[in-house]
T-cell receptor, first 108, second 112 residues
């Protein structure tokens, strides 16, 4: 299975701090995507990084990808209370799967 | 664009009844996905379609579940007969070329 596994499962930080979440997967991929889910809502796409890319930025988001280690990280800088949500990685190749998710709580 | 539309938003039914969930994907998207989310099992891919053709249904839990996509703008997920363990939030998502997925608001199913 290419299913991703996020680490940590839960993370609690103060507003203004940075939050880092990690994703590991098992097989080769074409790209890796990160999504956010607010409680009771559908997932929202955040960023896609292709397998030939090592780093990508989007606003306060920074994603890295290390295909040799089969891992990715999502960094949210200067966190806000509104960033409180669950974050999922989706390593994508010939199949579509989502990881187990990291629950992020940003304390005002 | 209105985004992915799912109906109903909430469904409460008794065990043994047939349940039909509906999804309208974003116009122009060629992939459609059905997911189920529970606290215990997380987010599970049930089935996905490409150009209205089912590609991978290995996540469909058993024969009680079936999905159809008769045209590019409509899909259904049917459970017959329903069981309490089917209680979950069911999401439909669509994408172009299998890239960024756009999720609907979900259908919260409760089977009593």
């Amino acid at each position: 299975s290419q299913q991703g596994e996020e680490d940590p499962q839960a993370l609690s930080i103060q507003e203004g701090e940075n939050a880092t979440m990690n994703c590991s997967y098992k097989t080769s991929i074409n790209n890796l995507q990160w999504y956010r889910q607010n409680s009771g809502r559908g997932l929202v796409h955040l960023i896609l990084i292709r397998s030939n890319e090592r780093e990508k930025h989007s606003g306060r988001l920074r994603v890295t990808l290390d295909t040799s280690k089969k891992s990715s990280s999502l960094l949210i800088t200067a966190s806000r209370a509104a960033d409180t949500a669950s974050y999922f990685c989706a390593p994508t190749g010939n199949q579509f799967y989502f990881g187990t998710g990291t629950s992020l709580t940003v304390i005002p | 664009d209105a985004g992915v539309i799912q109906s109903p938003r909430h469904e409460v039914t008794e065990m043994g009844q047939e349940v039909t969930l509906r999804c309208k994907p974003i116009s122009g998207h060629d992939y459609l996905f059905w997911y189920r989310q529970t606290m215990m099992r997380g987010l599970e891919l049930l089935i996905y379609f490409n150009n209205n053709v089912p590609i991978d249904d290995s996540g469909m839990p058993e024969d009680r579940f079936s999905a159809k996509m008769p045209n590019a703008s409509f899909s259904t997920l049917k459970i017959q007969p329903s069981e309490p363990r089917d209680s979950a939030v069911y999401f439909c998502a669509s994408s172009r070329q299998g890239l960024e997925q756009y999720f609907g608001p979900g259908t919260r199913l409760t089977v009593t």
